[in-house]
């Protein structure tokens, strides 16, 4: 498999974590509310929700590391381009929905990545 695809898969799946992270561990903290642009008392009301939320973006990262490390080559990147698609709908979902800036920070990495794996890089 090549070595880009496997390294821009990778990174979409590292940022998934942070993303974990955030909404599911610092969501009420300075650090998550500046991230998501949340008041305190919103954040404290949407916790749980928001926990949820980040426990599927393990999800995503989990099937992206799958995919990275997957030992056959052509089933690696039907599971890539899986959860990359996966990501890249959430994304578009999360930009008409939630906020536009999700498209720039989930979306275009994902399609950026598959891109990179379909071209077979």
């Known amino acids: 498999m090549a070595f880009l695809s496997a390294i821009a898969t990778a990174l979409v799946g590292i940022l998934h974590v942070y993303i974990l992270i955030l909404e599911m561990f610092l969501w009420t903290t ?6 998501f642009k949340l008041t305190a008392d919103y954040a404290e009301k949407t916790k749980a929700l928001a ?4 426990l599927y973006n393990g999800f995503l990262a989990a099937g992206l590391a799958w995919g990275v490390l997957h030992p ?3 089933f690696a990147t039907q599971i890539r381009l899986f959860f990359l698609g996966c990501v890249v709908v959430a994304g578009l979902f999360g930009a008409a929905t939630a906020s ?3 498209l720039y920070v989930q979306a275009v990495p994902a399609a950026a990545a598959a891109a990179v794996v379909l071209l077979g890089w």
């Open 30 to 35: 300075p650090r998550g509310r500046k991230a």
């Open 51 to 54: 926990a949820n939320q980040g």
């Open 72 to 74: 056959i080559p052509e």
């Open 100 to 102: 536009f800036r999700i």
